[in-house]
Nanobody, 126 residues
Framework: VQLQASGGGLVQAGGSLRLSCVAS????????MSWFRRAPGKEREFVAG????????SYADSVKGRFTISRDNIKNTVFLQMNSLKPEDTAVYFC????????????????????WGQGTLVTVSS
């Protein structure tokens, strides 16, 4: 599967951005999808994930209450709405697909993801 992420850009602190990730293929609706990010000089980290059934989205503590993940299984797209952005949210954001179909729990570690998008850069200025 190919994942194409978009929507990054430069925004002032307190602003909003909406990231999108479009997946190829016909099996999008079977897999959990997640967003990770890699900040300058740091390891890649889990940000948010959503199961195939859209139940129980999962968020990193650092983004809870500010970010919302959603998906459109008709359009093979997963979204990340980012509000109240902070300079520490500056990073390259990656979408990823769970390697296991029909999982009811969002995995939060990279080793559960086989397919990754190319990344989209989000820069938040202070």
């Amino acid at each position: 599967v190919q994942l194409q992420a978009s929507g990054g850009g430069l925004v002032q602190a307190g602003g909003s951005l909406r990231l999108s990730c479009v997946a190829s293929g016909r099996t999008f609706n079977r897999y959990a999808m997640s967003w990770f990010r890699r900040a300058p000089g740091k390891e890649r980290e889990f940000v948010a994930g959503i199961t195939w059934s859209m139940d129980s989205p999962s968020y990193a503590d650092s983004v809870k209450g500010r970010f919302t993940i959603s998906r459109d299984n008709i359009k093979n797209t997963v979204f990340l709405q980012m509000n109240s952005l902070k300079p520490e949210d500056t990073a390259v954001y990656f979408c990823a697909r769970d390697r296991r179909a029909w999982s009811n729990v969002v995995p939060t570690t990279e080793d559960r993801y086989d397919d990754w998008g190319q990344g989209t850069l989000v820069t938040v200025s202070s």
